[in-house]
T-cell receptor, first 115, second 107 residues
């Protein structure tokens, strides 16, 4: 298994543009997590899904952010419109059993720069 | 609320020196604590968990409920230990991470 796959690896866009980040979890994992990493705030949980259903989205910064998981093998995180303060590395992770074991498997991240 | 504090952003040591990466947590229940590591150009990955009481790559961590700490230790640091280390807590549901500590081991 190639592990969690994220795309794009790097994205540079201008303020106001729509950004879509994609994630393919490990096959068989039933939980998926989106994290944002910044120097100031570290790793922050944005949202997590269990069996394709959003369970906790309290970490989503504001209405400009939305996430979907239409099926067990695909999720998107969308920012519309994007702002410079959204610049960060966005990680997707997957696990079995809602992450209760504590072991999350992370993707390589998508580095977003909003100019 | 659950919170994880890693007071040091950067820890720089020489090869062969002892290392202690500090982690304190805040949680009202019985927590599960973990250390994750991210080596250069690699994915963030689980290093160890407190319930396993194991030593991984020479690292150990003991949960101290009295001090609400879960410090990561290694008696003799190696250059290949240079990485970003995150302490994480699983309380009510998902993992809450600290802000991370960059460990630099110089020759």
């Amino acid at each position: 298994d190639a592990g969690v796959i994220q795309s794009p690896r790097h994205e540079v866009t201008e303020m106001g543009q729509e950004v879509t980040l994609r994630c393919k979890p490990i096959s068989g994992h039933n939980s998926l997590f989106w994290y944002r990493q910044t120097m100031m705030r570290g790793l922050e949980l944005l949202i997590y899904f269990n069996n394709n259903v959003p369970i906790d989205d309290s970490g989503m910064p504001e209405d400009r952010f939305s996430a979907k998981m239409p099926n067990a093998s695909f999720s998107t995180l969308k920012i519309q419109p994007s702002e410079p303060r959204d610049s960060a590395v966005y990680f997707c992770a997957s696990s079995l059993g809602g992450g209760r074991s504590g072991e999350l498997f992370f993707g390589e991240g998508s580095r977003l720069t909003v100019l | 609320a659950q919170r994880v504090t890693q007071p040091e952003k950067l820890l720089s040591v020489f090869k062969g020196a002892p290392v202690e990466l500090k982690c304190n947590y805040s949680y009202s229940g019985s927590p599960e604590l973990f250390w994750y590591v991210q080596y250069s150009r690699q994915r963030l990955q689980l290093l160890l968990r407190h319930i396993s009481r194991e030593s991984i790559k020479g690292f150990t961590a003991d949960l101290n409920k009295g001090e609400t700490s879960f410090h990561l230790k290694k008696p003799f640091a190696q250059e290949e230990d240079s990485a970003m280390y995150y302490c994480a807590l699983r309380g009510y549901s998902t993992l809450t991470f600290g802000k991370g500590t960059m460990l630099l081991v110089s020759p």
